[in-house]
């Protein structure tokens, strides 16, 4: 069993930077891919980010691309989303997911573990 624990999250102001933190426990994330997904109010779930483990390979959103970094600390057993030049519309409640494998899923129905959610806020 997986159990993950986001971090990170914050008020900032339109261009400002974050960076997201998930860490895992009960295991390792190796073997795992580990997505962010984010949510705003009224709006469905939606897919930011996801990496293979061994860090080989990673799938931004194209709504991110070019501003979210996502990277992982083996050592740590932590996911990081780094979050550059931040927008208002970036404002929602950020989730990591992680499932079992190598696809690089950005269905969220496809991740049988989740986080709790940390909350960004962009103010213009």
């Known amino acids: 069993q997986v159990q993950l624990v986001e971090s990170g999250g914050g008020l900032v102001q339109a261009g400002d930077s974050l960076r997201l933190s998930c860490a895992a426990s009960?295991?390792?994330?190796?073997?795992?891919?580990t997505a962010w997904f984010r949510q705003a109010p009224g709006k469905e779930r939606e897919f930011v980010v996801v990496?293979?483990?061994?860090?080989?390979?990673?799938y931004y959103a194209d709504s991110v691309k070019g501003r979210f970094t996502i990277s992982r600390d083996i050592a740590k057993n932590t996911v990081y989303l780094q979050m550059n030049s931040l927008k208002p519309e970036d404002t929602a409640v950020y989730y990591c997911?992680?499932?079992?494998?190598?696809?690089?899923?950005?269905?969220?129905?496809?991740?049988?573990?989740w986080g709790q959610g940390t909350q960004v806020t962009v103010s213009s």
């Open positions: 997911a992680s499932r079992p494998g190598v696809t690089l899923s950005d269905n969220a129905d496809e991740y049988p573990y």
């Open positions: 009960g295991r390792t994330f190796s073997g795992y891919v």
């Open positions: 990496i293979r483990w061994n860090g080989a390979s990673r």
